[in-house]
C-alpha cells in the first residue's frame, strides 16, 4: 500500500525544497526524495564549494602576480588536502541540518532513487509513494559522450573529494566547469589540459572576450587545444591516454586524471516518466507557461529538470520554485519571468555578462552601438597586476537602453551585478554613467565603459 501525500517533491535543491517547505507551511502533507545527500548540487557538488576552492586559487595567483611589486609570495601555495577539508567545512554538515529542518517542520524525507510506476506513484527502494502532485527537481547530469572508457572519466562532483590532485590533470570540454576546475589545479601546481571540440571557449559568453581569456590562460601555462575532438580513453602506463582528433590530425594526451567537463543534461531520463505519461526530450520534462507537464497535469517539474525557457542557472531554479509553489496552492496563474539575470565563469579571472550579445541583438533586428576595448592599461589593471581586462556593452541607438554587457577582468562576476540592476530598473546608458559610484573601485570602472 503506497504511502499517501499531497505532494511528492524528487530533489532538495534550490528548485525543489522551496516547493516542498512553502506547501508543506500551507498544511499540505509532504514527502521530499532524493538520491543525493540533501541540499542539491549548488550547495554541496557546484557553486558554493566551487568558490571555496576558486577562492583560495585566486589568493595564491594575485600573491604571485604582486611578486617584485611589494609582496614577496614566498611559500604562498595551495596546500590541497587542508583546502578540501576547509571545503568540506562548509559542505559537510549542510545535509543533516537540511533533513532536519525538513523532518521538524514535518516533512516526510525519503532517499533513494525515485521511479514512476504510475501516474502519481512512485517507487523508492522498497517503499511506494503517491502524491495528489509530484513536482520533478532533480537538476542535471553530466552528459554521455559515447566514447570508448567513459568509464575512466571523473566526474565534476568527484574532483571535489580528490584527497590528492594528481600531477596531469586533463579536462574534456571548454566550458565553465573545466576553465574553473582547470585555474583551480593549474595554480595548485598540476600540468593542466584542456581540450575542447570547437574553436571558441565558453559558449554563451561573448567569443572576444573569450578569445581574450583564452590567450590569457594560455600565457599562464594551461595547454588548450581547440577544435580537438576526444574518441577514447585507455589506460597507459599507470596512467591515462586521451585518443583525440585535432586540426593537426590523431594525437594521444597522457594523464594521470581526466575530468569531464563537457556540458550536463536534464536528468530526468531513468525516472521511469513513460509509466506516468510525462512527456520529455533533451531538454528535460516537456512544461506549459505554468511549469506543469503538458502529458500529466498532476506533474510539474522546475529548474534543470524542466524544459522550460529559463537558463540553466541557480536564480532561474529559485524562480521556478515560486512559480510551483503559488500554482501548487492557489492553481495556475504564476508563470516564470526570468526577467535579468547575470552569469560568471568563475576562470582567472572572471567572465561575466548579462543581456544579449551582438549576434542575439542583431538577430532581433535591435539598431546598437558596441562600447569594446581591452582595458589591460587601465589602473585597476595595473593595481591588481591583471592585463587580463575587457569590456563590451550594447547600448541600443534609440534609446539608449542597455542591452547587454560582457566583462573580462578582477571582479567581473561582481560589477556585472550593478549592470543587472541597471538594466532591470529600465536605468539608460547616460543615467547609468551619471551614477556617483565609489572611487577607485573596479565598478566606478563603468563610467569608462558606456
Known amino acids: 500500500m503506497a504511502q499517501q501525500f499531497d505532494l511528492v517533491v524528487i530533489g ?8 516542498a517547505t512553502a506547501c508543506r507551511e500551507a498544511g499540505w502533507e509532504v514527502a521530499l526524495v532524493d538520491d543525493h545527500p ?3 548540487t549548488c550547495a554541496l557538488r557546484g557553486c558554493d ?6 577562492g583560495a586559487a585566486d589568493a595564491v595567483d594575485w600573491a604571485r602576480r604582486m611578486a617584485g611589486r611589494g609582496i614577496e609570495p614566498g611559500g604562498v601555495r595551495i596546500d590541497w588536502p587542508a583546502l578540501i577539508r576547509f571545503k568540506d567545512s ?19 524525507c525519503f532517499d533513494g532513487h525515485a521511479r514512476f510506476v504510475g501516474p502519481t506513484v512512485l517507487r523508492v527502494g522498497d517503499e511506494e509513494l503517491e502524491g495528489r502532485h509530484i513536482v520533478i527537481a532533480t537538476g542535471a547530469k553530466p552528459q554521455p559522450l559515447g566514447i570508448a572508457g567513459e568509464e575512466h572519466l571523473t566526474i ?6 580528490l584527497a590528492e590532485l594528481p600531477e596531469r590533470v586533463l579536462f574534456i570540454g571548454g566550458g565553465y566547469i573545466s576553465l574553473e576546475f582547470a585555474g583551480v589545479a593549474a595554480t595548485a601546481g598540476a600540468q593542466v589540459t584542456v581540450l575542447h ?15 581574450q581569456l583564452t590567450a590569457y590562460l594560455r600565457s599562464q601555462g594551461l595547454d588548450i587545444q581547440l577544435d580537438t575532438a576526444v574518441s577514447g580513453i585507455a589506460e597507459q602506463d599507470g596512467g591515462l591516454a586521451v585518443a583525440a582528433t585535432t586540426p593537426a590530425g590523431p594525437r594521444t594526451f597522457e594523464a594521470d586524471l581526466v575530468v569531464h567537463g563537457a556540458g550536463r543534461v536534464p536528468n530526468v531520463d531513468d525516472m521511469g516518466l513513460a509509466a506516468a505519461n510525462v512527456a520529455f526530450d533533451r531538454r528535460g520534462v516537456r512544461v506549459n507557461e505554468y511549469l506543469q507537464s503538458v502529458s500529466n497535469p498532476a506533474v510539474y517539474a522546475a529548474g534543470d529538470a524542466a524544459a522550460s525557457p529559463g537558463p540553466p542557472l541557480t536564480p532561474a531554479g529559485g524562480v521556478d520554485a515560486d512559480v510551483v509553489s503559488t500554482n501548487l496552492l492557489q492553481g495556475n496563474r504564476a508563470t516564470p519571468n526570468y526577467g535579468v539575470i547575470p552569469t560568471a565563469a568563475f576562470t582567472n579571472p572572471p567572465l561575466a555578462a548579462v543581456g544579449l550579445g551582438e549576434a542575439e541583438a542583431r538577430a532581433q533586428g535591435l539598431r546598437f552601438g558596441t562600447n569594446y576595448a581591452d582595458a589591460a592599461r587601465w589602473a585597476t589593471a595595473t593595481r591588481l597586476a591583471q592585463p587580463c581586462y575587457g569590456y563590451k556593452v550594447l547600448i541600443e541607438e534609440e534609446t539608449d537602453r542597455i542591452l547587454g554587457a560582457h566583462l573580462l577582468g578582477p571582479h567581473a562576476d561582481e560589477v556585472i551585478n550593478v549592470f543587472a540592476v541597471a538594466m532591470q530598473a529600465g536605468m539608460t546608458a547616460t ?7 565609489a572611487y577607485p573601485t573596479t565598478s566606478s570602472d563603468l563610467y569608462y565603459m558606456l
Open 431 to 437: 543615467a547609468l554613467k551619471e551614477m556617483l559610484l
Open 90 to 108: 562548509f559542505t559537510g554538515p549542510r545535509p543533516a541540518a537540511r533533513r532536519a529542518g525538513f523532518e521538524q517542520a514535518g516533512i516526510a
Open 156 to 161: 565534476s562532483d568527484d574532483f571535489f573529494d
Open 197 to 211: 571540440r570547437s574553436g571558441h571557449l565558453l559558449r554563451g559568453f561573448d567569443e572576444d572576450l573569450a578569445d
Open 38 to 40: 540533501y541540499g542539491g
Open 49 to 54: 564549494p566551487k568558490k571555496v576552492l576558486v
Open 12 to 19: 532538495t535543491g534550490v528548485a525543489g525544497a522551496p516547493v
